[in-house]
C-alpha cells in the first residue's frame, strides 16, 4: 500500500473529524499531497492540497471549515474538518502527486458521511 489513510466515519451536522495520510518511503520526489473526495454520482474533486513550497489550496466550498496540514518532504498530511456539512458526505483520497512517471498514487479511500 502506497498511501495508507486513516480517520473518516460518521459526524453530525457541524461536527468535525481528522483524516491523516501517510505516503510510502518508495514513492520519491513527491510535488504535492492533499485530499480529493467523490460523492455518489459526481466526479472526484479537489478538497486541499500542500506543495513542496508549503502552499496550500482549498476548494471553495471547505475554505474556513477545513484545515490541511503536514509536510510533503516528510510526506505526511493531516486534513482537520470542522463545521461538517450534509454535503461533505463522499468517499476521501489521499493523493500523492509527481512531475514525472508515475504521475499520481492514490489512497484506497475512506468513506465520510455526515447525518443531520
Known amino acids: 500500500v502506497e498511501l495508507v489513510e486513516s480517520g473518516g466515519g460518521l459526524a453530525q451536522v457541524g461536527g468535525s473529524l481528522r483524516l491523516s495520510c501517510t505516503a510510502s518511503?518508495?514513492?520519491?520526489?513527491?510535488?504535492?499531497m492533499g485530499w480529493y473526495r467523490q460523492a455518489p454520482g459526481k466526479q472526484r474533486e479537489l478538497v486541499a492540497t500542500?506543495?513542496?513550497?508549503?502552499?496550500?489550496d482549498y476548494a471553495d466550498s471547505v475554505k474556513g471549515r477545513f484545515t490541511l496540514s503536514g509536510d510533503v518532504v516528510k510526506k505526511k498530511v493531516y486534513l482537520q474538518m470542522n463545521s461538517l456539512e450534509p454535503e461533505d458526505t463522499a468517499v476521501y483520497f489521499c493523493?500523492?502527486?509527481?512531475?514525472?512517471?508515475?504521475?499520481?498514487?492514490w489512497g484506497q479511500g475512506t468513506q465520510v458521511t455526515v447525518f443531520s
Open positions: 518511503e518508495r514513492i520519491i520526489s513527491i510535488n504535492t
Open positions: 500542500v506543495n513542496r513550497l508549503d502552499n496550500i
Open positions: 493523493a500523492a502527486l509527481k512531475a514525472v512517471i508515475p504521475y499520481d498514487y
